[in-house]
């Protein structure tokens, strides 16, 4: 289950009866931060919450047998810090742009130089 202390509490009240003996495993934001930071990576407070949502789409029959092991967690937060969307400027993206085409002219002449056909990656546009 995944939501809100209050929420997971009405969710269990609803389906156990209160006198139920049941384990719980809980992963909070600051364990997947320090799971995170063990990777060496940074996460905002919205992929964390992301990180967590993703984790009850792991099947039912899977979390039962094996849990949800650390593993499986690190692969999460990869995938999560890998689809991070940024804001840039578009000076700064224009001249970075600029810099990474005039790194290619050298491959480029290279190849012209050569005779060799010019990878696409390298033509300029």
Known sequence: MYGT???LCRELAAKYPGDAPLMLV???PEEIQALADGM?????????????ARMEDIPEDQRTESGISSAAVMEIISNVSENRQV???????????????????????????????????????
């Open 87 to 125: 804001t840039v400027p578009a000076e700064l993206l224009a001249s970075l742009i600029q810099t990474a085409e005039q790194a290619l002219w050298k491959r480029e002449w290279a190849a012209r130089d050569n005779g060799l056909a010019v990878p696409e990656c390298v033509t300029r546009r």
């Open 26 to 28: 809980i992963w909070s």
């Open 40 to 52: 060496e990576i940074s996460l905002t407070d919205h992929e964390i919450r992301t990180v967590l």
């Open 5 to 7: 202390c209050e929420t």
